[in-house]
């Protein structure tokens, strides 16, 4: 069974950084794509970034120039780097991969995390 366990979301106060981690688990041999939604109250979950396989990165709009994330891709782990965080930064995040082979030859389209909390403080 392949779960996402993220790690890294709390309150920031605004201005601040932080590093969201996530590591797909569960005898995983390949990873497509791994990246970050987010999804504030009232609002549809949105990406943030994420990151191929082979590196190529895209970021939404509203992070650009404040995120970086990447992956190490032996560990099948992506990070998200945010700074100069603001209010409307807050929100779950969600840690997703997409394409995901095991060493029993199953595949599946994608994977959710279950969400860490990132709080920006004004």
Known sequence: QVQLVESGGGLVEAGGSLRL????SGNVFRVNA???YRQAPGKQRDLVARVTRGGITN???SVKGRATVSRDNAKNTVYLQMSSLKPEDTAVYYCYAQGVLTRDGVYNDEYWG???QVTVSS
Do not use: I
């Open 21 to 24: 981690s996530c590591a797909a």
């Open 34 to 36: 791994m990246g970050w």
């Open 59 to 61: 970021y939404a709009d």
């Open 114 to 116: 279950q969400g860490t």
